[in-house]
Every structure is written in structure tokens, then in C-alpha cells.
């Protein structure tokens, strides 16, 4: 099949896919089932990325009542809608195509629920916040599907849902700079996308097959996390008869010590002590959390 070329620069540096990673799913929440890539325990952390969730939750299971303080979380809808309320009094859908950014910054307390018939489906990123960051006020960026940038070039899709990608930008404001690109190659396509030289990114594949890194190497397909080493870009080739569908994700890593309790994610022990007393005495940003209950009424330990 002869490959497109594509008429972005060339890059210098094509970076190479230094570890695999098959995300199996297991439970989490309340009867939802996660596929962990990052956060699982043979990948901890990848600076800055604490935990990519690809989910998937029918009613009655979710996601009821539980805080975040450190981070931020990214939502990204693929089927179904989830419906989310947090202890202020913001609630919304979260429907397919669309992105919920939320940095949780001091103190979140929400539920995530399914909003719609059969399986939701979708990813959940976790973003870490540095030290000067962790204890903002919290912050919701909203973009529904049809405002989301996209481009077209070459047999090759993107929706940026941050950072850019073929000439498209997204308006998400990204307090650890962070790039997030949806990309769907047709049978053929050849992609080139520069990545800064200083930032951690890994690539997850969401359907059909694709060839990642050099153009001999194995096919890999759905639900297998590929990180990335050192070099200027992502160099990346459908060959074969179907779509190939991928997330591109990178961040600059905050290079800072980490301390994690479950949804608290601080730089020291003593910090996360200080979060739970925060947390189980309702101070310091979760004072609204004492008369909170969602409509669901459940609790999520943690
Ligand atoms: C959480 C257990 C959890 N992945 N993907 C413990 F399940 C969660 C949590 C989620 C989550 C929510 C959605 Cl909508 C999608 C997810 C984990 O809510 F935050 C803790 N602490
Ligand atoms: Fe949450």
C-alpha cells in the first residue's frame, strides 16, 4: 500500500516506543471497570500523568461521591454521557465527543454517574499540579463536542483537545502544560507531530492498528499504552485496511517529590495527613462538603 507523505517538516529526532503496556480491565468505583494504564502498579507515575482510566459504566455502577485535592482530571467522552455533580453546585453532561477539564486545585468533592442508556465509555486522565498549583481554587473547563478544534490532512483527523495540531488550537488553558490530540488515520496515513523535546508523552491506542515510533516495527492495537523516549515527535503509520484511532498525550514533567492517598496527591506525607484532617473535619476548601450528598446519596471509599 503506498504511504501518503505527509507535507509537515520533518522531524529530527522521531521518538522510539520505550515500554507497552496492555491496560486489562478491573472494577473500580462502584461496579464500573477500568482499563489502568498509567497509575497501575508497575507504572506508578509518568511525570506528570497520575492515572489513564479507559472506562466503561452502566447504571446502576459509577462513580458517587468522592474529593480530589492536588490534580486535575480530564474527561473525554467516546459513547454514552456521564452526568457529574460536585459539592458547589455544578453539575452538567458530559456527552460523547465532549471534554470536561477539571482542576480540582484545593479541594473537589463530586460524583460521576452514567447519564444515558447502555455503556458509557471514555478516558480518564489525571493530571498532577506542581507544588505552587495544588491548592488553587478549583476550576472547571467545559467543551462540548462541537466546539472542539479539529483538522484534516492527509488521510489523517485531529481533535485537539489541547495544545495544536495541523494549523488547529484548542482553547483549554493548561496550568501543567499539556498537550492531548485525538487522532484517527485513515489506511495509508503517515503522521508526523513535533512534541517538545523537554516533555514526557505516551500514546494510547484506541482502535484498529498502527505502527508507532519506526516504520518496521510491530503493529500494536487497541487499549495498549505506549510511552515514548527522548526526540522531537511522534512519527506514526497506518498500514493497515481499517481506521487507527489514538490518543497523543504530553506533558512537561514537574520533577517534584509525590506523595499520593488514593484522590489526594501532594508533594509530602505531611501534606497528605494535613488533606485528610482537611478532608474529614471540612476545612481548607472542604468546608461545603459537611451538607453535600448527590442525588445518587452513595459514597465512594477510597
Ligand atoms: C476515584 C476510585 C475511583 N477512574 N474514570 C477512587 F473509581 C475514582 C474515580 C475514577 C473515575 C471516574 C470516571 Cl468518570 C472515569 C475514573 C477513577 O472517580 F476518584 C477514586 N479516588
Ligand atoms: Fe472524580
Known amino acids: 500500500m503506498p504511504e501518503k507523505e505527509s507535507s509537515c517538516a520533518g522531524l529530527k529526532e522521531p521518538r522510539l516506543v520505550v515500554r507497552k503496556f496492555l491496560a486489562r480491565p478491573q472494577p473500580e468505583g462502584v461496579g464500573a471497570v477500568v482499563r489502568r494504564s498509567i497509575g497501575r502498579f508497575e507504572l506508578r507515575y509518568f511525570d506528570p500523568f497520575l492515572v489513564l482510566d479507559e472506562f466503561s459504566v452502566t447504571a446502576p455502577a459509577g462513580f458517587p461521591d468522592h474529593p480530589h485535592r492536588g490534580f486535575e482530571t480530564v474527561t473525554y467522552m467516546l459513547q454514552g454521557a456521564v452526568k457529574h455533580e460536585d459539592f458547589d453546585g455544578h453539575k452538567g453532561t458530559i456527552g460523547p465527543g465532549d471534554i ?49 478544534a479539529e483538522a484534516a490532512k492527509d488521510g489523517i483527523k485531529v481533535r485537539v483537545i489541547a495544545g495544536e495540531a495541523l494549523g488547529a488550537k484548542s482553547a483549554i488553558y493548561t496550568r501543567t502544560p499539556t498537550m492531548y490530540l485525538d487522532f484517527t488515520l485513515e489506511p495509508g496515513a503517515h503522521l508526523q507531530q513535533p512534541i517538545p523535546g523537554s516533555w514526557n508523552a505516551f500514546v494510547y491506542v ?36 481499517k481506521l487507527l484511532r489514538f490518543i497523543l498525550v504530553g506533558g512537561e514533567p514537574l520533577s517534584e517529590p509525590l506523595v499520593q492517598f488514593g484522590p489526594f496527591v501532594m508533594n509530602t506525607q505531611e501534606e497528605i495527613d494535613g488533606t485528610i484532617d482537611d478532608f474529614e473535619n471540612y476545612r481548607n476548601g472542604f468546608e461545603k462538603a459537611r451538607h453535600w450528598r448527590s442525588e445518587s446519596g452513595l459514597t465512594l471509599g477510597f
Not at 107 to 132: D, F
Not at 209 to 234: Q, Y
Open 100 to 148: 470536561q477539564w477539571m482542576t480540582a486545585g484545593r479541594g473537589i468533592v463530586h460524583s460521576e454517574m452514567p447519564a444515558a442508556q447502555g455503556t458509557q465509555k471514555g478516558l480518564q486522565l489525571w493530571i498532577n499540579l506542581s507544588s505552587k498549583y495544588k491548592m488553587i481554587e478549583p476550576r472547571y473547563q467545559e467543551i462540548s463536542s462541537k466546539d472542539i
Open 206 to 241: 484506541l482502535e484498529g492498528e498502527g505502527i508507532f515510533g519506526r516504520s518496521k516495527s510491530s503493529p500494536v492495537n487497541a487499549h495498549h499504552l505506549l510511552l515514548l523516549g527522548p526526540g522531537d515527535g511522534l512519527e506514526a503509520w497506518n498500514k493497515s485496511s
